[in-house]
């Protein structure tokens, strides 16, 4: 497969990988459509997380990537799976949690990772891999790339405005994984990591790249999940249960049809920049049967509006509960945009807009817990409210929503708490390294401590 900009030319994923961005300023999509409907169709509920990522990251990325290597690469990204819990007789929980820093990020930065290790071990020399951070893709970044082959990561985090265990998750790795906290503001960081990679001097001296949210290599490995949970439930429908028929919620829409047909489940994703949703969209146009999509937002609701009135108008960002979804201008917006070529009515017909206040993921968070017992975290349970919404529209009055569950509420013990009146455990994984000594290097806001520091480890 190969990948372009939306006005430069194809290239391959290589070089996509390493270089983030397109030279035009763009985000990477892919250039064609495999049709994979039928390796999805040969995975079955007993189809191990591991191997299905291995088969469809072969398909999606043959020839540049051959078997063997897409093998290593997905078994050293993926040693966790997603986990399907049934939430009610509509719902259920695909748990993105049970990866090193208990968030689905850790699908996309472990591929990255395992991805550009792959390449680096087959040249010589060394990488640096430099991010900027304001919490938690950080610590998924840092965890997947600590002990990779060659490779060298750094963080810059700022000073004084992550939560204690976000720091204590990016500064206690050590080895290859280099904090740096600066005196400034997350903005101040990102700054800085833009203008180290447009210095001609480290440019010289060293091999700089980024692992951004929206590289190519992080947004793909998101597609799997998608395809592993479809073929738990198609189980279910093919032995004769009651799901699988989902009728299109507005009767009548002329791209239904092609949408969906009325076959597989509806996804509801818990939306921040829309990457998680757009990797699902991507396998929907691979072939993976998929009724439908709930694009589930906080009060951030600029894409949940475009779909019922097809304008898009970015805004700052609001604060809320699920702040990992506080996102007022999506960057990936066009990447779905390009998948629908720009036609909102089609888009609208494949993705269903929600947005849940803040009061209401708070009602949500309790409901799951006193009616089944289960704690959510207040991105997960944004979407737990969009999809018991969705089903009192009577859209699928047959059909089963399946809700990506994005973190483990132990992860927002204080908002999880004031909610329920339960306190969720802290993973064991996470709990440990509050108790490891931090270590980070501090810098300032200007390119010349960065640099220094950067030519001296590195250079
Ligand atoms: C990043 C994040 C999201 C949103 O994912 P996008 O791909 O940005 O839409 C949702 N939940 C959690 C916990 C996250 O960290």
Same mark, same amino acid.
């Given at each position: 497969?190969?990948?372009?900009?939306?006005?430069?030319?194809?290239?391959?994923?290589?070089?996509?990988?390493?270089?983030?961005?397109?030279?035009?300023?763009?985000?990477?999509?892919?250039?064609?459509?495999?049709?994979?409907?039928?390796?999805?169709?040969?995975?079955?509920?007993?189809?191990?997380?591991?191997?299905?990522?291995?088969?469809?990251?072969?398909?999606?990325?043959?020839?540049?990537?051959?078997?063997?290597?897409?093998?290593?690469?997905?078994?050293?990204?993926?040693?966790?799976? =997603?986990?399907?819990?049934?939430?009610?007789?509509?719902?259920?929980?695909?748990?993105?949690?049970?990866?090193?820093?208990?968030?689905?990020?850790?699908?996309?930065?472990?591929?990255?990772?395992?991805?550009?290790?792959?390449?680096?071990?087959?040249?010589?020399?060394?990488?640096?891999?430099?991010?900027?951070?304001?919490?938690?893709?950080?610590?998924?970044?840092?965890?997947?790339?600590?002990?990779?082959?060659?490779?060298?990561?750094?963080?810059?985090?700022?000073?004084?405005?992550?939560?204690?265990?976000?720091?204590?998750?990016?500064?206690?790795?050590?080895?290859?994984?280099?904090?740096?906290?600066?005196?400034?503001?997350?903005?101040?960081?990102?700054?800085?990591?833009?203008?180290?990679?447009?210095? =001609?001097?480290?440019?010289?001296?060293?091999?700089?790249?980024?692992?951004?949210?929206?590289?190519?290599?992080?947004?793909?490995?998101?597609?799997?999940?998608?395809?592993?949970?479809?073929?738990?439930?198609?189980?279910?429908?093919?032995?004769?249960?009651?799901?699988?028929?989902?009728?299109?919620?507005?009767?009548?829409?002329?791209?239904?049809?092609?949408?969906?047909?009325?076959?597989?489940?509806?996804?509801?994703?818990?939306?921040?920049?829309?990457?998680?949703?757009?990797?699902?969209?991507?396998?929907?146009?691979?072939?993976?049967?998929?009724?439908?999509?709930?694009?589930?937002?906080?009060?951030?609701?600029?894409?949940?509006?475009?779909?019922?009135?097809?304008?898009?108008?970015?805004?700052?960002?609001?604060?809320?509960?699920?702040?990992?979804?506080?996102?007022?201008?999506?960057?990936?917006?066009?990447?779905?945009?390009?998948?629908?070529?720009?036609?909102?009515?089609?888009?609208?017909?494949?993705?269903?807009?929600?947005?849940?206040?803040?009061?209401?993921?708070?009602?949500?968070?309790?409901?799951?817990?006193?009616?089944?017992?289960?704690?959510?975290?207040?991105?997960?349970?944004?979407?737990?409210?969009?999809?018991?919404?969705?089903?009192?529209?009577?859209?699928?009055?047959?059909?089963?929503?399946?809700?990506?569950?994005?973190?483990? =509420?132990?992860?927002?013990?204080?908002?999880?708490?004031?909610?329920?009146?339960?306190? =969720?455990?802290?993973?064991?994984?996470?709990?440990?390294?509050?108790?490891?000594?931090?270590?980070?290097?501090?810098?300032?806001?200007?390119?010349?401590?960065?640099?220094?520091?950067?030519?001296?480890?590195?250079?």
């Amino acid at each position: 497969m190969r990948f372009a900009g939306k006005t430069s030319s194809p290239v391959g994923f290589r070089e996509a990988l390493f270089a983030g961005l397109a030279p035009d300023g763009s985000l990477y999509r892919p250039v064609e459509k495999p049709d994979l409907s039928q390796l999805f169709a040969s995975f079955d509920a007993r189809t191990r997380f591991v191997d299905l990522a291995s088969r469809t990251s072969a398909a999606l990325l043959a020839p540049e990537i051959d078997a063997s290597v897409a093998r290593r690469i997905a078994e050293r990204a993926f040693p966790f799976s =997603p986990v399907l819990r049934r939430l009610d007789e509509r719902r259920q929980l695909l748990e993105l949690f049970h990866g090193p820093t208990c968030a689905f990020k850790d699908f996309g930065a472990q591929f990255l990772a395992a991805s550009m290790e792959a390449f680096v071990e087959t040249e010589d020399g060394r990488i640096q891999v430099l991010v900027a951070t304001s919490g938690d893709t950080g610590s998924a970044v840092a965890h997947a790339f600590h002990d990779r082959t060659a490779i060298d990561v750094i963080i810059l985090y700022p000073s004084g405005r992550v939560s204690e265990l976000q720091e204590k998750q990016l500064t206690t790795l050590g080895g290859n994984v280099h904090a740096l906290e600066v005196d400034g503001s997350f903005d101040d960081c990102q700054r800085l990591a833009k203008a180290a990679f447009q210095d =001609p001097g480290l440019a010289r001296r060293l091999r700089l790249t980024s692992a951004n949210s929206i590289n190519i290599g992080r947004l793909l490995p998101q597609a799997f999940s998608y395809a592993w949970a479809a073929a738990q439930v198609q189980q279910t429908a093919a032995s004769g249960g009651r799901r699988g028929a989902v009728k299109p919620a507005r009767a009548g829409a002329a791209h239904a049809e092609a949408v969906n047909a009325g076959r597989g489940p509806v996804f509801c994703v818990p939306c921040g920049n829309f990457g998680h949703l757009t990797a699902g969209v991507y396998a929907w146009r691979w072939g993976l049967p998929v009724a439908r999509f709930i694009a589930a937002t906080n009060a951030n609701d600029e894409v949940p509006l475009y779909l019922e009135n097809g304008r898009f108008v970015p805004r700052a960002s609001l604060a809320t509960l699920s702040n990992a979804m506080d996102v007022g201008n999506p960057s990936n917006f066009e990447r779905l945009l390009d998948v629908f070529d720009g036609d909102a009515k089609a888009m609208a017909t494949a993705i269903h807009g929600c947005s849940v206040s803040d009061s209401d993921t708070r009602a949500g968070m309790r409901e799951t817990w006193e009616r089944h017992g289960v704690l959510v975290d207040p991105h997960t349970a944004v979407g737990c409210v969009a999809a018991e919404r969705f089903i009192a529209t009577g859209a699928c009055p047959d059909g089963e929503v399946i809700v990506l569950s994005t973190a483990h =509420p132990g992860k927002f013990t204080e908002t999880v708490r004031a909610a329920t009146g339960q306190a =969720p455990e802290l993973p064991e994984r996470l709990a440990r390294c509050l108790q490891l000594p931090k270590q980070a290097a501090r810098i300032g806001t200007d390119l010349g401590g960065l640099r220094g520091l950067l030519l001296e480890r590195f250079g």
